[in-house]
């Protein structure tokens, strides 16, 4: 829910609280009240709403309900979003037509404990400025306001893309966790991937996007990509951290991520050429499924020019 005041805020607790035991405790409370129930008093409240993770297999709505309908009644059509979550992208969602009208949101989960996972996908929105009526119109695709890019994650690295044994991870097709009845050879449970959850919704074999759907580019936090082109295990290194603070000195992440001209900035060839390995899809992609995130690697070509690349002072 994107909610316009903090007296909404409010009014929505007032509404919710006999509903949930946890609602001043837990970051995501529990709630007893269906969907219809939850858009009904959120729409009263003049907020936006949506399905947020609307793919994830264990909470998300596509895991309930087979449609929109299904799941928000008479109240569907006054949903105003559809939040991807972390394994699908516009691909996936745009082989379903029953939601091609609805704005497709990328957002980053607020409930991790790691600086890196904030705003690890997001919205880029034309707007005059930042305020709840022009993200509203933007939403809206009212008034000239629009989205004009979603990034995110490549879905494979969502960690229920693939369907997988929850205990071993081992992959599986749908047809063969139904010949299984969903037990692994390990004994595990085979929970089904968001892949195949998607083709078993979508009515069509290739996604159609409308002319109103932006571009979705497939981005890691910069962090990540700069341990990654330096052969770093973990982004919180004194050599990324190091190399991070200097690239961000002067523009946002996103500005270095998406727009910056890295031909004119302080930086090391080896990263450089892995931001625009990112920026062109020019990655090799390990799937994940069952619970276990999937692995990205910089392809061949950008491996071997690093190799190639001479030490750099911050090496020392």
């Not at 919710?16 to 405790?25: G, L, N, R």
Request: proline share 5%; charged share 30%.
């Amino acid at each position: 829910m994107l909610v316009p005041e903090i007296s909404k805020v409010q009014e929505l607790r007032e509404t919710f609280s006999p509903h949930s035991k946890d609602i001043d405790s837990n970051g995501r409370p529990s709630l007893h009240m269906t969907a219809a129930e939850i858009a009904d008093a959120a729409i009263e409240a003049n907020c936006l709403i949506g399905p947020a993770h609307a793919f994830t297999p264990w909470t998300g709505m596509y895991a309930h309900y087979s449609s929109i309908q299904d799941c928000y009644g008479d109240l569907a059509d006054q949903i105003s979003f559809v939040e991807l979550g972390l394994s699908a992208d516009s691909d996936y969602a745009d082989k379903i037509s029953e939601i091609e009208d609805k704005t497709f949101l990328t957002n980053s989960d607020a409930h991790s404990p790691w600086s890196n996972k904030l705003g690890r996908e997001f919205n880029q929105m034309e707007i005059k400025e930042p305020s709840f009526e022009e993200l509203e119109s933007a939403i809206r695709r009212k008034g000239g306001r629009k989205s004009t890019l979603n990034v995110g994650f490549y879905p494979e690295e969502g960690k229920y893309n693939r369907t997988a044994c929850t205990r071993c991870y081992k992959h599986y097709t749908a047809d063969e966790m139904d010949a299984r009845r969903g037990r692994c050879e390990c004994g595990g449970r085979i929970k089904l991937g968001v892949r195949d959850r998607v083709d078993i919704l979508a009515d069509r074999t290739q996604p159609e996007h409308p002319d109103y759907r932006p571009p979705y580019l497939h981005l890691i936090p910069l962090a990540e990509i700069i341990a990654m082109a330096i052969g770093h295990k973990s982004p919180y290194t004194a050599g990324v951290q190091k190399r991070w603070n200097e690239l961000v000195k002067e523009r946002t992440e996103i500005e270095v991520l998406l727009d910056a001209d890295l031909s004119q900035m302080k930086i090391e060839p080896e990263v450089s050429k892995a931001i625009q390995a990112f920026r062109s899809g020019d990655v090799i992609v390990k799937p994940g499924g069952g619970g276990k995130y999937g692995e990205i690697e910089l392809s061949d070509r950008i491996v071997r020019q690093k190799k190639e690349t001479q030490k750099s002072l911050f090496d020392f």
